[in-house]
């Protein structure tokens, strides 16, 4: 059915909803691998479009440890894997609080990525581990 409405030019995937939400943030935030992939093909669509907090598609799914999505967002060559929301947080600083090991890994390899980047309180990327006691995670 995604597949089907995605065919149609009309459907805009990247518009924000009353929300301030757009599709795509759900879809990435799911890990919906497949649906991704054919949003990704799109000529007509910014896969990297913020919503009204200023988090990108990439930022929920490494939020959620989606590995297979955030690599699809990462290898588009369309996304900035480095972009700060209003908080300045990143999509690494997500995958940090969250503990997802395997989404940082894919997320450090990027250039552009600002490891030692704080957020609008001072937090760093070594923040959320240490303040949880992750130290061997």
Do not use: C, Y
Not at 57 to 67: D, I, N, R, V, Y
Not at 108 to 125: F, S
């Amino acid at each position: 059915v995604v597949g089907l409405l995605l065919e149609q030019e009309i459907i805009k995937p990247d518009k924000l909803d009353k929300m301030g939400q757009i599709s795509i943030l759900w879809l990435a935030a799911n890990g919906n691998e497949g649906v991704m992939g054919l949003l990704l093909e799109r000529k007509d669509l910014n896969p990297d479009m913020p919503e009204d907090k200023g988090r990108t598609p990439l930022s929920h799914t490494a939020a959620k440890g989606h590995e297979a999505v955030v690599t699809l967002l990462r290898d588009s060559g369309n996304v900035n894997p480095g972009s700060p929301d209003k908080e300045d947080q990143t999509p690494l600083s997500f995958a940090a609080r969250n503990e997802h090991a395997g989404v940082m890994k894919l997320l450090i390899q990027r250039d552009g990525v600002n490891a030692d980047m704080p957020d609008k309180k001072g937090r760093t990327l070594l923040s959320w581990p240490l303040g949880r006691d992750m130290v061997g995670w």
